[in-house]
C-alpha cells in the first residue's frame, strides 16, 4: 500500500468464501472514483454491458424531482488491488466493523450501477446539494476479467422487473396511474374484474383485463383535457366506463357469474386490451365537447363482437385468428366503432381506416 488511499467506514462480509465490504459514499465520489470499461472494448473483454445513454436523463430527473423519497439501490464495484481491512475494535464482536483502506492506485469497476453513477453525475451537476447524500456500496476485490464478468452474470441472473400492472398499482408519482387504480376499484363496470399485479391473463384467470390495459385506455380517454384534480379525472372516467358496460352484455354476464372471464376472452374481441384502449379513443371523442355525451353508446348493439366475425375484424385487430395489439390495430378498431356509433373520426383514424379499406379492396379484386 502506497502511501495514498481511500478509506471506507465499512462492514465486513463473507460470500462463497470470499470477503467484502459494504459502505457508504458520498455522492460527489461516485462520479469520481467509479469506473467504467472502455465502451469501445469488444464485449468479451467488458465486464458489463454498454451505457445506454438515453436512460441517463430520465434517471437524473428522477433524482431531481423528488429530492426527499428518491431512492437507489447499492452500487456493486471490484476494486483491482490489494485492499486492508482495520476492524474497529478487539473484541471478536467488533471484527466486522471497520475501515476499509484502498490504496489511491488502484481501480474501482462497477459490476451493477453504471446507470446510477452516470445519472448521479448529471443530477450533481445541475443540484450541488446533492453531493454530501450517500448511496451504498458493495465492494468485491476483483480476481481477473473472468470473475467480473461472471459477476455481472450472476448479479443480473435472477433480475426480473415487476410488471406493469404491478408498477402501476404501487406507484404513487404517476397520476394517471392513481385515476387508473380508482376506476379499477370504484367503477361498477370493472370492481373485482381486473388484474392488479400481472400485465397478461392467464385462460382461467377470473378477471377481464389488465390494471395495465385499463390504465392505458383511461389515459386515452382522458386525453388532453384538463380536469381539477385526480378525483373529478376518475369520477369521469367511472361514469364512461360504467355507461360502456351497460352496452356489452357478456361483461355483465361474467359479473353474474353467469360465464367465465376466459370463455368471454376466447369468443369475443371486446375482452382484450386492443379493444378496451379502442374504447378510451371513442369515450375521448365523445367527452370532448363542455359537457360529455355518451347516449351514442347506445348503437353499441349494432357490433357484432365476436372472434368469428372474420368480416369486422381480421385484419383490423385480429391476424390469423389472433389478436394483434398493434397501435394501428387499436386505431383501425376505434375508427369501426365510431363509424358504427355515428361519431366523427379523427385524422389518424380516417387515413388508417382508408388505407385498410383499400388494401382490403385490392386483395379482393
Given at each position: 500500500?502506497?502511501?495514498?488511499?481511500?478509506?471506507?467506514?465499512?462492514?465486513?462480509?463473507?460470500?462463497?468464501?470470499?470477503?467484502?465490504y459494504?459502505?457508504?459514499?458520498?455522492?460527489?465520489?461516485?462520479?469520481?472514483?467509479?469506473?467504467?470499461d472502455?465502451?469501445?472494448?469488444?464485449?468479451?473483454?467488458?465486464?458489463?454491458?454498454?451505457?445506454?445513454?438515453?436512460?441517463?436523463?430520465?434517471m437524473?430527473?428522477?433524482?431531481?424531482?423528488?429530492?426527499h423519497?428518491?431512492?437507489?439501490?447499492?452500487i456493486?464495484a471490484?476494486?483491482?488491488?490489494?485492499?486492508?481491512?482495520?476492524?474497529?475494535?478487539?473484541?471478536?464482536?467488533?471484527?466486522?466493523?471497520?475501515?476499509?483502506?484502498?490504496?489511491?492506485?488502484?481501480?474501482?469497476?462497477?459490476?451493477?450501477?453504471?446507470?446510477?453513477?452516470?445519472a448521479?453525475?448529471?443530477a450533481?451537476?445541475?443540484?450541488?446539494?446533492?453531493?454530501?447524500?450517500?448511496?451504498?456500496?458493495?465492494?468485491?476485490?476483483?480476481?481477473?476479467?473472468?470473475?467480473?464478468?461472471?459477476?455481472?452474470?450472476?448479479?443480473?441472473?435472477?433480475?426480473?422487473?415487476?410488471?406493469?400492472?404491478?408498477?402501476?398499482?404501487?406507484?404513487?408519482?404517476?397520476?394517471?396511474?392513481?385515476?387508473?387504480?380508482?376506476?379499477?376499484?370504484?367503477?361498477?363496470?370493472?370492481?373485482?374484474?381486473?388484474?392488479?399485479?400481472?400485465?397478461?391473463?392467464?385462460?382461467?384467470?377470473?378477471?377481464?383485463?389488465?390494471?395495465?390495459?385499463?390504465?392505458?385506455?383511461t389515459?386515452?380517454?382522458?386525453?388532453p383535457?384538463?380536469?381539477?384534480?385526480?378525483?373529478?379525472?376518475?369520477?369521469?372516467?367511472?361514469?364512461?366506463?360504467d355507461?360502456?358496460?351497460?352496452?356489452i352484455?357478456?361483461?355483465?354476464?361474467?359479473?353474474?357469474?353467469?360465464?367465465?372471464?376466459?370463455?368471454?376472452?376466447?369468443?369475443?374481441?371486446?375482452?382484450?386490451?386492443?379493444?378496451?384502449?379502442?374504447f378510451?379513443?371513442v369515450?375521448?371523442?365523445?367527452?370532448?365537447?363542455?359537457?360529455?355525451?355518451?347516449?351514442?353508446?347506445?348503437?353499441?348493439?349494432k357490433?357484432?363482437?365476436?372472434?368469428?366475425?372474420?368480416?369486422d375484424?381480421?385484419?383490423?385487430?385480429?391476424?390469423?385468428?389472433?389478436?394483434?395489439?398493434?397501435?394501428?390495430?387499436?386505431?383501425?378498431?376505434?375508427?369501426?366503432i365510431?363509424?358504427?356509433?355515428?361519431?366523427?373520426?379523427?385524422?389518424?383514424?380516417r387515413k388508417?381506416?382508408?388505407?385498410?379499406?383499400k388494401?382490403?379492396?385490392?386483395?379482393?379484386?
Amino acid at each position: 500500500m502506497s502511501n495514498f488511499e481511500y478509506t471506507f467506514p465499512s462492514i465486513r462480509g463473507v460470500q462463497a468464501g470470499r470477503e467484502y465490504y459494504i459502505s457508504m459514499c458520498p455522492l460527489r465520489l461516485i462520479p469520481r472514483i467509479f469506473l467504467f470499461d472502455d465502451e469501445e472494448l469488444t464485449p468479451e473483454l467488458r465486464a458489463q454491458r454498454t451505457l445506454n445513454r438515453s436512460r441517463i436523463p430520465e434517471m437524473s430527473r428522477y433524482i431531481l424531482e423528488n429530492k426527499h423519497d428518491y431512492v437507489f439501490s447499492a452500487i456493486t464495484a471490484s476494486i483491482n488491488g490489494d485492499v486492508r481491512f482495520t476492524p474497529i475494535g478487539n473484541k471478536a464482536s467488533d471484527d466486522r466493523m471497520g475501515i476499509l483502506h484502498v490504496d489511491m492506485k488502484n481501480q474501482f469497476i462497477i459490476n451493477d450501477g453504471q446507470h446510477r453513477r452516470a445519472a448521479i453525475e448529471q443530477a450533481i451537476k445541475e443540484d450541488q446539494s446533492l453531493s454530501d447524500e450517500t448511496i451504498a456500496v458493495v465492494f468485491f476485490v476483483d480476481q481477473g476479467l473472468s470473475r467480473s464478468q461472471q459477476m455481472f452474470a450472476d448479479l443480473n441472473r435472477h433480475a426480473i422487473r415487476p410488471s406493469k400492472s404491478l408498477g402501476l398499482l404501487y406507484d404513487q408519482r404517476n397520476d394517471l396511474a392513481k385515476v387508473g387504480k380508482l376506476v379499477a376499484l370504484k367503477s361498477e363496470a370493472f370492481s373485482g374484474m381486473v388484474e392488479l399485479e400481472r400485465s397478461t391473463l392467464s385462460e382461467r384467470s377470473r378477471k377481464l383485463f389488465t390494471l395495465s390495459a385499463l390504465c392505458s385506455a383511461t389515459s386515452d380517454f382522458l386525453g388532453p383535457k384538463e380536469y381539477k384534480t385526480q378525483e373529478d379525472a376518475a369520477d369521469e372516467a367511472i361514469k364512461f366506463w360504467d355507461e360502456l358496460a351497460k352496452h356489452i352484455p357478456e361483461w355483465q354476464l361474467v359479473r353474474k357469474s353467469k360465464m367465465t372471464a376466459g370463455e368471454i376472452r376466447r369468443d369475443f374481441v371486446h375482452s382484450h386490451g386492443v379493444l378496451l384502449q379502442a374504447f378510451g379513443r371513442v369515450g375521448a371523442a365523445l367527452n370532448s365537447g363542455e359537457k360529455s355525451d355518451y347516449t351514442a353508446l347506445t348503437n353499441l348493439k349494432k357490433i357484432n363482437w365476436s372472434r368469428a366475425n372474420a368480416k369486422d375484424w381480421e385484419g383490423r385487430v385480429m391476424l390469423g385468428g389472433r389478436l394483434n395489439k398493434a397501435t394501428n390495430s387499436v386505431i383501425l378498431a376505434s375508427a369501426f366503432i365510431k363509424k358504427t356509433i355515428g361519431i366523427e373520426l379523427s385524422p389518424d383514424e380516417r387515413k388508417a381506416d382508408a388505407s385498410f379499406n383499400k388494401s382490403r379492396k385490392a386483395m379482393r379484386d
